[in-house]
């Protein structure tokens, strides 16, 4: 205990001397850094404090200090995230590469991917975006058809990923592919590392309504992949593949933080944007039917968010998130959808600001992030491919 007070305290000074004023300030997914090769930094501080966080391993805490990781036991990790969260620092950089393919590959890769990988995750060096999938490959994710040929000294690929998010922004993409063509479809899967920077990979970003392009659609025209990148073995990416989706779900639902940092709190919470909009009657927000909305989303997060503390304080030194994710995936997001619902409510017409003097930043930003936030139930495996997951392998019912 003693050891941990004395990391707080240390933790603490370093973080009053080294975490610039400007990352202290509210981020936005405008300011957010992804890293790799393409990354701008607008503030210059940003690079600063990702540099400062990278050198200590801190931007990946929990992973081993041979790979660049902090190294930080699990306790350790939540007093950094306290101390965080007390000076209101930025996450200095986030992505895929920490949140699904570094701990894959910490679970499944070979010494020589860790040593080659890891280190440019946790510096910022190179980003990852993820090829899963498919124009007839989502939910059924097994079906896909993207072809991986065996050419003797290195492998080629052919075919189509769909919605990979940030893949114009990415280094690399790690992928699932078809080897084995005439084998049951969850048997004939590889998982392969690709490196983007080649002729034999084309990016062509998708516009959605909202003018932005999140998502992109990656083609493989004979695109080169080197044996070494193969994770786990060749026709058994199935099972890597599933492990990934656990850290992505794991991510996704907060749970690998604890659910220390509120989602949404760069548009104000709950209970003050009902009493800004619809003001107070007695002491309380004066439209009943939406009071009784605020109170229980607000009391279901607070219990969710103790829950999703408890998990990661139970859970064991190091262990790996299990098919009890999906719970986790599954609630937080719809709990999210839920919320932002409440608060448009709450604004009225004021929530539907799109451009124009007529609404404020914040009202701008909350119909932006009420639409992302339908997207949160189908990312990472829709709600309903969650349901049935919760039911097979954690309710053990029949298919
Ligand atoms: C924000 C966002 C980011 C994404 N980023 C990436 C990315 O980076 N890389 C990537 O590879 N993919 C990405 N995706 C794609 C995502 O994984 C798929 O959208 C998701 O798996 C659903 O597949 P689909 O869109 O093909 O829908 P479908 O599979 O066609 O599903 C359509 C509807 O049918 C329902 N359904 C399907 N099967 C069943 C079933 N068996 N039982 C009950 N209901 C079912 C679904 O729940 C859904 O409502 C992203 C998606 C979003 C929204």
Redesign the pocket.
Known sequence: MAALEEFRSETRAWLEENCPASMREPESEATMIGGGKRQQYDDPNAKLWLDRMAERGWTAPMWPAEYGGGGLSKQEFMVLQDELIRVNARTPISG?GFSMIGPTLLDYGTEEQKREHLPKIISGELRW?????EPN?????ASLQTKCEDKGDHFLVNGQ???????QYADWIFTLVRTEPQAPKHEGISFVLIDMDQPGVTVKPIKLISGNS??CETFFDDARCEKYNLVGQLNRGWTVGKRLLQHERSSISGLNSGGRRGRYDNIGTLPEVAKQYVGLSQGKIADPVLRNAVTSNVMNQQAFSLTQKRAMEESEEGSTPTFATSLFKYYGSEIGKERLEIQLKAQGTQSLGWEGDMFSDNEKTLTRTWL?SK??T????????Q??IIAKRVLGLPD
């Open positions: 895929m975006c993820q090829g899963y999938s490959a989502g939910s059924d994710l990923k769909i919605w990979t998010s940030g893949a999140p998502f992302r997207a949160g189908i990312a990472g495996g829709s709600s309903e491919v349901l049935n």
